[in-house]
């Protein structure tokens, strides 16, 4: 399968929107004369674009037809075997100075990277078509949203983009022809996919975003992971709101009370699953909708927090989702749908590690090889993807486009941990909630490359992702907080911890619910919980469990804060903050000291 891919010649009236601003013209003129292609594509994101660059990419490979009658309007990507996910190593936040990307970010200096970078794009596009694809992040008409243009060589940019963001005419009619309207600059080309010529660079002072020599969407997709969490971090510290790695979901109670919850957990620990998690057979009349899986744009409003999605898709890890675990993500993801890298069925069909049903006898691997079940290689790689648009969700909440967005009542922190830490906590405060997110911890996933399974901290799952000195990160943090009057309730969660016989002790998924109950409880004031050590934490008869096949030893295990272990986890959080070189607040200084103290008495 190929990625590049020659030029491609639309018939009249395809690829020529061509905006009226002049800053986007003046800048799109200056790259193509850098990058030389043989011609520019001006997306509109209409239907009759889609349909001629679908059948472009079926044509040159780029994309696999799938079975149309068993996954209608859905394709197959396979993207290179040394381009399969995220390179932390390689992404550069390229601030004035190295202080102000700080100790968590790769630093490189603006004007040597981008004279680097201009080298490498010089006649890039030779031979090829560049893109540009105006979109916005948010709601259209939201106080939060931004608009970005992406220029790219590749059509499944193009076509990933168009789910992911509200993209085309309707960016352009929000821009307008004013040459000083803020925008990101976003400028992506597959180069010839060289893991030595991969790098990611954001250039925050300038709203600018450069990335070569990937294809895989993490590092390409660049209104995602680049726009929305590295330079909207930057954006929002400066503009006193929030970017964050966070899923946005509703409850509503059979009475018809309703509150919104944002969760933080690093890639691939399950925030889609949460976000879409269907409550067992003991919480009928409840509802949980999704707002967004993966990104938060938060502001202060009437003195609480309102969250939107800036995204208009999902960018879902495959493996592992089935009817059992997500059947909301299934559903959505069974039309419609672009798939990369999971493996394609003798019949069209698409399969991954974790689908439902058995493994089909024969199938084409993620890399283009014959597989059966006997294979000691995955059929699917275990970060495939999914790119499916928002409006595919059954259990999408009818308030995702309102422009203010939804009222935060709680904050989850939460992540892969097999010791330690609970099943569910409460912070005490909210500062002392800014402590839980500032030294949340996970085992390492196979979203980005690098050892799996290796405990990291992952400070509020913004460790590879904060466009900044994580220390000022923390400030803003503990700063939002005393503007809030009505601040959400913060809360830690781990659904995956271990027993002695290395099994999860809690089941998880839908049964996660039980968990959230008792958060809503909280939030409503009428949750029980003990005051412990490391925050208020719920004794067995605080959570709903009927119905739940769970041992009773098990729950006090998932429940039990473990004194040695937590004298290792308050130094691993000393340790944590020294390797930060004094960036850390005072106030969060303070809170560690209270917590090694809390547990002295
Ligand atoms: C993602 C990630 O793809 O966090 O969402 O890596
Ligand atoms: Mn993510």
């Given at each position: 399968m190929k990625n590049l891919a020659p030029a491609i010649f639309p018939p009249k009236g395809i690829g020529n929107a061509k905006p009226a601003n002049k800053a986007v013209l003046d800048w799109v003129h200056e790259i193509a004369t850098l990058t030389q292609p043989e011609n520019v594509f001006w997306c509109d994101g209409s239907e009759r674009e889609h349909d001629f660059l679908i059948a472009e990419s079926l044509g040159q490979n780029v994309l696999i037809e799938l079975n149309q009658k068993k996954v209608p309007h859905s394709y197959l990507h396979?993207?290179?075997?040394?381009?399969?996910?995220?390179?932390?190593?390689?992404?550069?936040?390229?601030?004035?100075?190295?202080?102000?990307?700080?100790?968590?970010?790769?630093?490189?200096?603006?004007?040597?990277?981008y004279a680097k970078l201009r080298e490498l794009l010089a006649g890039a596009m030779r031979g090829r078509t560049m893109f540009v694809i105006p979109y916005i992040m948010g709601p259209a008409?939201?106080?939060?949203?931004?608009?970005?243009?992406?220029?790219?060589d590749s059509k499944y940019v193009v076509l990933s983009l168009r789910i992911m963001t509200r993209m085309g005419e309707i960016a352009l009619k929000r821009l307008g022809n004013d040459p000083s309207a803020e925008w990101n600059r976003g400028v992506h080309s597959l180069l010839d996919v060289n893991p030595e010529r991969r790098f990611i660079c954001h250039f925050p002072q300038d709203n600018t975003i450069i990335s070569v020599g990937s294809g895989y969407g993490g590092n390409v997709l660049l209104s995602k992971k680049c726009l929305a969490l590295r330079i909207g971090s930057y954006l929002a510290r400066k503009q006193n709101w929030m970017a964050e790695h966070?899923?946005?979901?509703?409850?509503?109670?059979?009475?018809?009370?309703?509150?919104?919850?944002?969760?933080?957990?690093?890639?691939?620990?399950?925030?889609t699953n949460f976000a879409m998690l269907i409550p067992p057979e003991h919480f009928k009349g409840?509802?949980?909708?999704?707002?967004?899986?993966?990104?938060a744009w938060m502001r202060i409003r009437?003195?609480?927090?309102?969250?939107?999605?800036?995204?208009?898709?999902?960018?879902?890890?495959?493996?592992?989702?089935?009817?059992?675990s997500n059947p909301n993500a299934m559903r959505s993801i069974a039309h419609d749908t672009i798939y990369t890298n999971v493996a394609l069925t003798d019949d069209g069909d698409v399969w991954w590690e974790g689908k439902d049903g058995e493994p089909p006898a024969h199938a084409i691997d993620w890399r283009g090889n014959d597989w059966t079940p006997q294979s000691s290689e995955k059929a699917a790689h275990p970060n495939s993807r999914f790119t499916t648009p928002m409006g595919n969700n059954p259990a999408l909440d009818p308030d995702v486009e309102k422009n203010e967005g939804v009222p935060i009542s709680a904050i989850i922190f939460g992540g892969r941990r097999s010791d330690t830490a609970p099943l569910v906590y409460q912070?005490?405060?909210?500062?002392?909630?800014?402590?839980?997110?500032?030294?949340?911890?996970?085992?390492?996933?196979?979203?980005?490359t690098g050892a799996v399974g290796r405990v990291r901290r992952d400070p509020m799952a913004m460790l590879p992702f904060c466009g900044y000195n994580i220390g000022d990160y923390f400030q803003h943090w503990l700063d939002i907080g005393k503007q809030l009057t009505d601040p959400p309730l913060i809360f830690n969660v781990n659904w995956f911890r271990k027993g002695a016989d290395?099994?999860?002790?809690?089941?998880?998924?839908?049964?996660?619910?039980?968990?959230?109950?008792?958060?809503?409880d909280r939030c409503e004031q009428s949750g029980g919980a003990l005051k412990s050590p490391i925050g208020w934490l719920p004794?067995?008869?605080?959570l709903d469990l009927a119905e739940l096949d769970i041992d009773r030893n098990a729950v006090d295990e998932l429940l039990c804060i473990d004194h040695e272990e937590w004298q290792k986890e308050i130094a691993a959080h000393k340790e944590f903050f020294d390797s930060l070189g004094g960036v850390v607040p005072q106030e969060l200084q303070k809170q560690r000291e209270q917590l090694a103290e809390r547990f002295r008495f």
């Open positions: 396979r993207s290179s075997p040394n381009d399969v996910a995220r390179v932390e190593q390689f992404t550069f936040v390229c601030t004035t100075t190295k202080q102000e990307a700080g100790p968590t970010n790769n630093w490189a200096d603006p004007t040597e990277t008409d939201s106080p939060l949203a931004k608009i970005g243009f992406e220029i790219t966070m899923l946005i979901l509703g409850v509503e109670s059979p009475e018809g009370r309703k509150h919104y919850v944002a969760a933080a957990f690093p890639s691939a620990c399950g925030k409840w509802k949980v909708t999704t707002i967004g899986d993966d990104i009437n003195g609480r927090l309102y969250a939107v999605n800036p995204e208009n898709g999902y960018f879902g890890v495959v493996p592992g989702t089935s009817y059992k912070a005490l405060d909210w500062n002392h909630g800014v402590y839980l997110g500032a030294t949340m911890a996970s085992e390492t996933t196979a979203a980005a290395g099994k999860f002790l809690w089941p998880g998924f839908g049964e996660n619910m039980r968990v959230l109950k008792w958060i809503i004794s067995p008869h605080d």
